[in-house]
């Protein structure tokens, strides 16, 4: 079984930068993706970013301030989140993607930018 910790979350002023990680445990062979995806209070889980071992996906809003980044194996992910806005605040989940077993999410890390 995979298991995902997440880490790096905190409180920022706007302007600011974090870096999440994301550690996969376990039996991590044949992971296809890992990404990440964000939860603000009273709103539903919405995609960031995902990466595979040939490209990078962004959504829309998070192009050109955030970068996905991955080890060779894709047992680990990171997400630089830079020129942070108040908007960015929410709960971020990582989540690994494999070619045979159910995905796999991580416990969440909250991230708070302050305006």
């Known amino acids: 079984q995979v298991q995902l910790e997440e880490s790096g979350g905190g409180l920022v002023q706007a302007g600011g930068s974090l870096r999440l990680s994301c550690a996969a445990s376990g039996h991590t062979d044949s992971t296809y993706a890992m990404g990440w995806f964000r939860q603000a209070p009273g709103k539903e889980r919405d995609f960031v970013a995902a990466i595979t071992t040939t490209n990078t996906y962004y959504q829309h809003s998070v192009k050109g301030r955030f970068t996905i980044a991955r080890t060779s194996n894709l047992n680990a992910v990171y997400l630089q989140m830079d020129s942070l806005k108040s908007e960015d605040t929410a709960v971020y989940y990582c989540?690994?993607?494999?070619?045979?077993?159910?995905?796999?999410w991580g416990q969440g890390t909250q991230v708070t930018v302050s305006s």
């Open positions: 989540k690994a993607e494999f070619y045979s077993r159910p995905e796999v």
